[in-house]
């Protein structure tokens, strides 16, 4: 399973970006995918999560700022990131569970039910 990431870039308070993740080797009807970010010395923050049901799940940080949303061809998945600010800034990974269930569950944000990782995508917004 390889998860690559891209779109991450500098950007100016207020602005706007897309992050995308490519997905391939991954051959399951139900899942679900995430957005997670991390700045160096804290710790990894989830920032969005899909499901193979078509449900979704925001950190509130972000909620009425950034869409997660699915590609086509499936398993590919991309973040719109509107309003940007500084506390934006960090590496964005995208990671995607084992598989086997439809939806993300609660305890989704934490990280640890994701199997596969990308190597993440910097977004720097500036001020």
């Known amino acids: 399973v390889q998860l690559v990431e891209s779109g991450g870039a500098t950007v100016q308070s207020g602005g706007s970006l897309r992050l995308s993740c490519s997905v391939s080797?991954?051959?399951?009807?139900?899942?679900?995918l995430g957005w997670f970010r991390q700045v160096p010395g804290k710790e990894r923050e989830g920032v969005a999560a899909i499901a193979s049901d078509g449900s979704s799940r925001y950190a509130d940080s972000v909620k009425d700022r950034f869409t997660i949303s699915q590609g086509k061809p499936k398993i590919t998945m991309y973040l719109e990131m509107n309003n940007l600010k500084p506390e934006d800034t960090a590496m964005y990974y995208c990671a995607a569970d084992p598989g086997g269930i439809d939806y993300c569950t609660d305890s989704w944000s934490g990280g640890s039910e994701f199997a596969y990782w990308g190597q993440g995508t910097q977004v720097t917004v500036s001020s």
């Open positions: 080797g991954y051959n399951h009807r139900n899942y679900c």
